[in-house]
């Protein structure tokens, strides 16, 4: 396993805020979600942990809180569950599904 660190990872920090963006139609299915992006008409599919980052996204949160709910909810070790849920919010933020805001640590 990669031992990766948020500064790796393309301007995403534990601080920054992160939400969905408006431009797209999502859909549960079962446990997963699928995503229709507005702007290029793609869809694209999130398996169930990412379907439940997805939903705790549709509302502004700093990435330090969705893994802490996530370390809840999951039997994972919090170093992998932040290097998997940054490697998953830089390919949607790639994709133009998500935003990312600079959190302050004031």
């Known amino acids: 396993m990669k031992n990766n660190d948020s500064k790796k ?3 995403i920090t534990l601080f920054s805020v992160v939400q969905a963006v408006p431009d797209q ?4 299915l079962a446990e997963e979600v699928v995503i229709l992006n ?4 793609v869809y694209y599919g999130l398996n169930p942990v ?3 980052i997805w939903n ?3 509302t502004p949160r700093t990435v330090n809180e969705v893994q802490d709910i996530l370390v809840q909810e999951y ?3 919090p170093q992998r569950c932040r290097t ?3 490697e998953l919010l830089e ?4 994709k133009g599904l998500i935003k990312i805001e600079d959190g302050k640590t004031s």
């Open 38 to 41: 507005l702007k290029d008409g």
């Open 25 to 28: 139609v999502a859909a549960n």
């Open 9 to 11: 990872h393309t301007g």
């Open 91 to 94: 390919r949607l933020a790639a």
């Open 56 to 58: 705790l996204l549709q």
């Open 84 to 86: 998997d849920m940054l």
């Open 50 to 52: 990412g379907a439940r």
């Open 75 to 77: 039997e994972v070790e």
